[in-house]
T-cell receptor
Framework: AQSVSQHNHHVILSEAASLELGCNYSYGGTVNLFWYVQYPGQHLQLLLKYFSGDPLVKGIKGFEAEFIKSKFSFNLRKPSVQWSDTAEYFCAVIRRGAAGNKLTFGGGTRVLVKP | EAGVAQSPRYKIIEKRQSVAFWCNPISGHATLYWYQQILGQGPKLLIQFQNNGVVDDSQLPKDRFSAERLKGVDSTLKIQPAKLEDSAVYLC?????????????FGPGTRLTVL
């Protein structure tokens, strides 16, 4: 079965530090990749997505992610975090061709940015 | 553009009781999804509708869970009878179609506590 793994459950860092969140998936076929973010008290929002083309994807709020096909990875990065980046981040994958294009989520990473 | 609406936002019931959740997707979105998010985990797809037809309900516990999407717009998810392990946030999402390039938009969720 397809699975999505996020390496860190919790990350604590200070403002202006760099952030990198790991995401790996198990499926070997063609995939679409997403990062969603959930700020405290808010609903899940799309941060960025990769379908094809340039493997370095830029999203909202200064986030970017790099798709490395050979490593089955889609890591999220931000060079300098702000307190407002405190949130839970979810990696998600759609396996192309699967019935209904089912979105499979990782377990999430809680990020706390200290002011 | 109005987002995905869900109600109620919170529900507390005792085990063996029944409960229903309601979702109104973004206007014009043909595809509707129900997810279950247990604390500390990523969302897990329960059921996907395309208009008023079911596309994928492979992870829906059909002995106690049911869902319908009459007229291809609003949807209700019901649990009868509830178990302790059903305590979770139930998320509704919608997308324009069900193509693998489509983005899913999430509602705020209903937090269910089963005592």
């Amino acid at each position: 079965a397809q699975s999505v793994s996020q390496h860190n459950h919790h990350v604590i860092l200070s403002e202006a530090a760099s952030l990198e969140l790991g995401c790996n998936y198990s499926y070997g076929g063609t995939v679409n990749l997403f990062w969603y973010v959930q700020y405290p008290g808010q609903h899940l929002q799309l941060l960025l997505k990769y379908f094809s083309g340039d493997p370095l994807v830029k999203g909202i709020k200064g986030f970017e992610a790099e798709f490395i096909k050979s490593k089955f990875s889609f890591n999220l990065r931000k060079p300098s975090v702000q307190w407002s980046d405190t949130a839970e981040y979810f990696c998600a994958v759609i396996r192309r061709g699967a019935a209904g294009n089912k979105l499979t989520f990782g377990g999430g990473t809680r990020v706390l940015v200290k002011p | 553009e109005a987002g995905v609406a869900q109600s109620p936002r919170y529900k507390i019931i005792e085990k063996r009781q029944s409960v229903a959740f309601w979702c109104n997707p973004i206007s014009g979105h043909a595809t509707l999804y129900w997810y279950q998010q247990i604390l500390g985990q990523g969302p897990k797809l329960l059921i996907q509708f395309q208009n008023n037809g079911v596309v994928d309900d492979s992870q829906l516990p059909k002995d106690r869970f049911s869902a319908e999407r009459l007229k291809g717009v609003d949807s209700t998810l019901k649990i009868q009878p509830a178990k302790l392990e059903d305590s979770a946030v139930y998320l509704c999402a919608s997308s324009l179609v069900a193509g693998f390039t489509d983005t899913q938009y999430f509602g705020p969720g209903t937090r269910l506590t089963v005592l």
